[in-house]
Nanobody, 127 residues
Framework: QVQLVESGGGLVQAGESLRLSCVAS????????MGWFRQPPGKEREFVGG????????SYASSVKGRFTISRDATKNTLYLQMNSLKPEDTAVYYC????????????????????WGQGTQVTVSS
């Protein structure tokens, strides 16, 4: 089992940047494929991006591709989401998630693929 704790959310203006962190504790970090999801106000949770167990492959939603970057640091058991050129429509609660997986090449993108979730961190982008 793994516990996930997100941090780094806040209020920023459009065009600014923010970096979210997700610290994992418990089982070996490299056992998990990792993902970021977000839930805008009044909307369903959606996939933002994900990475494989050891971070060799990443995948992003089209809405954030080119602006957001996912990385993971195995020495710190931490997943990151670097968000640049933020837009008001990026406003949401951001969640990190972990999926127990053996494959080194699979990036999960569906909510029900993931086994563990953090509590979320709020990101608000003002215009």
């Amino acid at each position: 089992q793994v516990q996930l704790v997100e941090s780094g959310g806040g209020l920023v203006q459009a065009g600014e940047s923010l970096r979210l962190s997700c610290v994992a504790s418990g089982r070996t970090f490299s056992s998990y494929g990792m993902g970021w999801f977000r839930q805008p106000p009044g909307k369903e949770r959606e996939f933002v991006g994900g990475t494989t167990r050891i971070g060799g492959i990443t995948s992003y939603a089209s809405s954030v591709k080119g602006r957001f970057t996912i990385s993971r640091d195995a020495t710190k058991n931490t997943l990151y989401l670097q968000m640049n050129s933020l837009k008001p429509e990026d406003t949401a609660v951001y969640y990190c998630a972990a999926k127990t997986i053996s494959s080194l090449a699979y990036v999960a993108s569906r909510i029900y693929d993931y086994d563990y979730w953090g509590q979320g961190t709020q990101v608000t982008v003002s215009s």
